[in-house]
């Protein structure tokens, strides 16, 4: 039997998931989807997303090729792509230099969590917006509207993939059994991602600062708190106790708990960073100064010298 005091929240997931009910009130992505339903799929998109990832090199690749599409139109989706594509070649790396206990699990976890995203974008594109996570349709329906700061667009979405996606990768690849050596190798990923957003929020400051934008840092600092209520910390800590609990709880009892945990909390984190605790003037002046300057591109390159 599973201990009780793994299955009760901790006090850091109960307040985020007291939040997480209070803050998804605040959001209406199913009616500003709705208005991009009649806009025809893009089938240069489709082409390179449609099918399963095959192996880490397929992801490196495709990634790749996916933010090179969507970057050359303009499209905002990119912007988290600039990080997740050089991330997934970093992993990539550490698998080949052996790196991790287990690398063939390593391996099939950095695949499964590809394949979350990979999945989200193309349910996006086909406009199955009923199939999509909410925090997924919510970081994807702001970046093609283009009413969100790059930096939102950023964070919109690593939350997506961390707070939320991470939870099931975990629940396909399997913690079981080894579950000792599946935990360091789960660490040592999330070592990657801990140095992942900790170069976007420098890179972010940085990019702002190259088009003349100050006072970005006011909705930045710090990025930790703002990817999740639980922090970027807590939030990878939250996965693999959920991961847990669906591996120990009855399936009939774990699923559904687990389902509301992670929804909760990364729909919660998602209005959290859609509507920071920053003054409304100092947001629309940087949207102003951000219309001005090409941000996005600004990011990119500073990305590109760091990572």
Do not use: C
């Not at 349709?137 to 997506?160: H, M, P, W």
């Not at 591996?247 to 774990?254: C, R, V």
């Amino acid at each position: 039997m599973i201990p009780i005091r793994t299955s009760v929240p901790t006090v850091d997931e109960a307040e985020a998931l007291l939040a997480g009910v209070r803050r998804t009130v605040d959001i209406e992505a199913d009616g500003a989807a709705a208005a991009l339903a009649d806009e025809e799929p893009d089938p240069g998109l489709l082409e390179i997303v449609s099918g399963p990832f095959a192996s880490v090199a397929d992801v490196d690749e495709r990634l790749a090729r996916t933010e090179s599409y969507l970057r050359e139109r303009g499209d905002r989706r990119a912007v988290f792509l600039t990080v997740y594509s050089r991330m997934t070649a970093t992993v990539r790396t550490a698998i080949d230099d052996g790196a991790f206990v287990d690398p063939e699990w390593a391996a099939s976890y950095l695949v499964a969590f590809a394949e979350r995203y990979r999945r989200a974008l193309a349910a996006f594109e086909r406009r199955a917006f009923e199939s999509l996570p909410r925090p997924w349709l919510i970081a994807f329906t702001a970046a093609v509207r283009g009413e969100s700061l790059v930096a939102q667009d950023a964070l919109l979405a690593i939350n997506a993939h961390i707070t939320y996606d991470l939870t099931y990768t975990l629940g396909e690849v399997e913690i079981d059994p080894d579950r000792d050596v599946k935990r360091e190798d789960h660490d040592r990923i999330n070592a990657i991602l801990a140095r992942l957003v900790q170069t976007v929020q420098d890179v972010l400051v940085e990019a702002y600062a190259a088009v003349g934008i100050a006072g970005v840092d006011q909705l930045l600092d710090p990025l930790d708190d703002r990817l999740a209520l639980l922090g970027l910390k807590g939030a990878r800590e939250f996965a693999w106790r959920n991961a847990v609990l669906r591996a120990d709880l009855p399936a009939w009892l774990g699923e559904r708990y687990v389902d509301w945990r992670a929804e909760t909390v990364a729909t919660g984190a998602a209005a959290a960073v859609l509507a920071p605790d920053v003054d409304a003037d100092a947001t629309g002046r940087l949207r102003e100064a951000e219309d001005g300057g090409d941000a996005a591109s600004a990011f990119r390159e500073a990305v590109r010298r760091r990572m």
